[in-house]
């Protein structure tokens, strides 16, 4: 069965260290979409892609990077993680803009 | 600007009555509205989407374009229906839309 994954499920790193939150769907899904999940802010996204070589930046993006080489995969990169980006980082993706999204099961990132 | 207001963080019911969240939104054209929930330690999941008008779990939500509303209502709330429920807007700004959620609401049914 098609499925996406996020890897790790709980991370905890140090103020000041690069981190790299992984997605992979087989969904062969065109589009992908990191968001972040906060209390009092609900979900807002950080960056999105439409396809390979693709990359957009969401609501939040400052302090994240993504790339898009093959249609699997969306790495998140915090590139000097802040206490601020403490927080469950979703994943999701879809195929056109006439369906809702599938959602991954989150990754829970602390900063400390 | 495009945006979804989710006014209650927190909605408390008594199993069997009947549950209404709201979901108002500002957008200038013919908007694409979704309800998705989050069991607990779970991922989200589409709910509905008001394209398709169906009844998901004993819930639905219609599209009130004069009042700018999708309010997601069931006649008899169950236990299993607590979770975390966000209504999310289509955004037009990109060539095929990404979702603009609201806050969530958390919807807590006791017995």
């Known amino acids: 069965d098609a499925e996406i994954t996020q890897s790790p499920r709980h991370k905890i790193t140090e103020t000041g260290r690069q981190v790299t939150l992984a997605c992979h769907q087989t969904w062969n899904h065109n589009n992908m979409f990191w968001y972040r999940q906060d209390l009092g802010h609900g979900l807002r996204l950080i960056h999105y892609s439409y396809g390979v070589q693709d990359t957009n930046k969401g609501e939040v993006s400052d302090g994240y990077s993504v790339s898009r080489s093959n249609t699997e995969d969306l790495p998140l990169t915090l590139e000097s993680a802040a206490s601020s980006q403490t927080s469950v980082y979703f994943c999701?993706?879809?195929?056109?803009?006439?369906?809702?999204?599938?959602f991954g099961s989150g990754t829970r990132l602390t900063v400390v | 600007a495009q945006r979804v207001t989710q006014p209650e963080k927190l909605l408390s019911v008594f199993k069997g009555a009947p549950v209404e969240l709201k979901c108002n939104y500002s957008y200038s054209g013919s908007p694409e509205l979704f309800w998705y929930v989050q069991y607990s330690r779970q991922r989200l999941q589409l709910l509905l989407r008001?394209?398709s008008r169906e009844s998901i779990k004993g819930f639905t939500a219609d599209l009130n374009k004069g009042e700018t509303s999708f309010h997601l209502k069931k006649p008899f709330a169950q236990e299993e229906d607590s979770a975390m429920y966000y209504c999310a807007l289509r955004n037009y700004g990109g060539s095929q839309g990404n979702l603009i959620f609201g806050k969530g609401t958390k919807l807590s049914v006791k017995p």
């Open positions: 008001h394209i």
């Open positions: 999701a993706s879809s195929e056109w803009r006439d369906q809702g999204y599938t």
